[in-house]
């Protein structure tokens, strides 16, 4: 075995050993002890060192294409998500890319502890690959435009309510001083790792489970 494929097994071993939310709903840094936050930072920095995809923008977006699921983060935003007040609970968190119209949109399913209600918040935007000052050509780094925010409830009592999916659309906040950006700092058929222009953390899984969601 490789030292990338040992790699991103011990990585993908240690998230699925603190995955215990059986709503498949992601982790963030600040559900976990210090030690095992910088365990995860390692094993993502030693998996980034040996990226077989360095140029994704250049040479490989076909894999980033199709719907990822968040398994890891440490950005404020998903902390956020994971303590919604009035017993609401986060599940599932996509990303969905499409590479030729150069947008994609995140999902985050949410539902009441109790079942009493399910939804979902879905945040669409467009990106362009990013310049960096000391590349020749945009190679990792994209810039992206928040378009819209969704939210929407799926059902109340067990019964659908197409009325109110969704029941408010809002647009989306941006960065005023300059674009937001991510890096894809690893990339391959089945894992991507990205990081925010904060410097904040994103492991994302490919996922074959999203219902039909256009951008």
């Not at 992601?26 to 030690?35: E, R, V």
């Not at 994704?56 to 998500?81: C, M, N, V």
């Not at 030729?100 to 945040?123: P, Q, R, W």
């Not at 890096?183 to 996922?207: M, N, P, Q, V």
Request: proline share 6%; aromatic share 8%.
């Amino acid at each position: 075995m490789n030292n990338q494929l040992l790699i991103k097994e011990k990585l993908q071993a240690t998230l699925e050993k603190i995955q215990t939310n059986s709503d498949g709903s992601p982790i963030t840094d600040l559900q976990l002890d210090k030690t095992l936050v910088e365990q995860i930072e390692q094993l993502t920095t030693e998996l980034e060192s040996v990226n077989p995809n360095p140029n994704p923008l250049l040479y490989a977006t076909y894999l980033l294409e199709g719907a990822w699921q968040l398994q890891y983060s440490t950005a404020k935003e998903i902390r956020t998500l994971t303590s919604l007040p009035l017993g609401l609970n986060l599940g599932k968190v996509y990303q969905v890319i499409d590479v030729a119209n150069k947008l994609f949109f995140n999902l985050a399913k949410v539902k009441h502890s109790l079942g009493l209600v399910s939804g979902y918040v879905k945040v669409t935007a467009s990106f362009e690959p990013a310049k960096e000052d000391l590349e020749p050509l945009a190679n990792k780094r994209i810039n992206v435009y928040f378009d819209k925010r969704y939210l929407s409830i799926e059902n109340i009592v067990g019964i659908n309510t197409p009325k109110l999916n969704p029941f408010k659309v809002v647009p989306a906040n941006n960065p005023t001083s300059r674009p937001a950006t991510l890096d894809i700092t690893y990339l391959d058929e089945t894992l991507r790792i990205g990081r925010g222009g904060d410097g904040s953390l994103f492991i994302l899984s490919k996922s074959y489970d999203l219902p039909d969601f256009n951008c």
